[in-house]
């Protein structure tokens, strides 16, 4: 494993263990449910929207450190973007998990996400990461439907 490698497992060990913004939102004004069925991961995304702008963002759920630290990671970085540019940020991670576009052109958009990146080797994984972004787009969608990543 690289140097590099160790500090991304790092990275998401510690999100795992003390996931950012996990909580349920009382004054949430969307609301989506996500499920990985071939994982078992589990997630409900809460965000509080005011003038286009996510003014918070939450998450609560069960399921594996992949999944778990990629939702932590999410709602870091989710905070304060306007609803146009969540949506690009999730087209961006969506396309770096799935090898979509090139290392180099995705990562340049993610900023820290990009930490996610190695997922995509291990395809089995890409679902378990990519599971709180569809679930937040949902959200953003107000689809009254749980995201599934089947
Ligand atoms: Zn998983």
């Known amino acids: 494993m690289s140097e590099l ?24 004004n969307r609301k989506a449910e996500g499920y990985n069925p071939l994982c078992g991961d589990h997630v409900t995304v809460y965000l509080h929207l005011k003038d286009g702008i996510i003014q918070d963002v939450s998450f609560q759920g069960s399921g594996c450190a992949i999944s778990k630290a990629s939702a932590s990671m999410m709602t870091a970085e989710l905070k304060g973007k306007t609803e146009a540019a969540a949506q690009e940020l999730f087209e961006s991670v969506h396309k770096m998990l799935t090898g979509e576009a090139s290392a180099n052109a995705a990562t340049e958009k993610v900023g820290k996400l990009k930490i996610l990146s190695g997922v995509c080797k291990f395809p089995a994984r890409v679902k378990c990461a990519s599971l709180a972004w569809h679930t937040v787009n949902a959200a953003l969608h107000g ?8």
């Not at 490698?5 to 949430?28: C, F, T």
């Not at 689809?143 to 089947?150: R, V």
């Open 143 to 150: 689809d009254s439907q749980p995201a599934s990543t089947e």
């Open 5 to 28: 490698d160790e500090l991304y497992q790092e990275v998401i060990l510690d999100h795992n263990k003390s996931p950012r913004n996990y909580r349920i939102m009382n004054d949430a």
